[in-house]
């Protein structure tokens, strides 16, 4: 057990539709980063919140978006939702920022599974 | 981009040493190599991390060559229960990981 959660654990939808994921991240974990793992695509990193901030980007479409609450937990909103998008998606936390001189571990949670009908 | 090159598949015997390789060329001096692995559909598990000296912990040994250009990790006696994907990652910008295709290892009873 990573100490980070998500939920839900399986999410089942229509296209078109609009779902939220909801991440809780480790105790004492300011940063956290959502990943989206496709059976064609491999792991791919979406965002990264520092602290209630955007701190990076990566392969995150326009009808996603995220955010990170005073209290630490993040929501990964996906809009507009195409067959395509149905995938694995996995928070991971860490202490900090990250950065090129520190050593950062991330630790991930077990994951929603999204099926988009 | 990758920056870490892994063989896509290895074999190991319950029991036996299972050491994967990764090549990592393009790595910076101060450039972290980081290991994970993957069961199933399972969130990735943080193995072992290191820069420049080797590392061992409860899970594993991690083997850096002097030129820093590639890596070994070595789960000592492995068990059925090592079957995984095995990822070996360099950051890229700020905290960024990039998993690439990693190794799927498959330990034989």
């Known amino acids: 057990d990573s100490g980070v959660t998500q939920t839900p654990k399986h999410l089942i939808t229509a296209t078109g539709q609009r779902v939220t994921l909801r991440c809780s991240p480790r105790s004492g974990d300011l940063s956290v980063y959502w990943y989206q793992q496709s059976l064609d695509q491999g792991l791919q990193f979406l965002i990264q919140y520092y602290n209630g901030e955007e701190r990076a980007k990566g392969n995150i479409l326009e009808r996603f978006s995220a955010q990170q609450f005073p209290d630490l937990h993040s929501e990964l909103n996906l809009s507009s939702l195409e067959l395509g998008d149905s995938a694995l998606y996995f928070c991971a936390s860490s202490p900090l920022a990250g950065g090129h001189l520190w050593t950062d571990t991330q630790y991930f949670g077990p994951g929603t599974r999204l099926t988009v009908l | 981009d990758a920056k870490t090159t892994q063989p896509p598949s290895m074999d190991c015997a319950e029991g036996r040493a299972a050491n994967l390789p990764c090549n990592h060329s393009t790595i910076s001096g101060n450039e972290y190599v980081y290991w994970y692995r993957q069961i199933h559909s399972q969130g990735p598990q943080y193995i072992i991390h290191g820069l420049k000296n080797n590392e061992t912990n409860e899970m594993a040994s991690l083997i850096i060559t002097e030129d820093r250009k590639s890596s070994t990790l070595i789960l000592p006696h492995a068990t059925l229960r090592d079957t995984a994907v095995y990822y070996c990652?360099?950051?890229?910008?700020?905290?960024?990981?990039?998993f690439g295709t990693g190794t799927s290892l498959t330990v034989i009873p």
């Open positions: 990652i360099v950051r890229v910008d700020g905290n960024q990981f990039y």
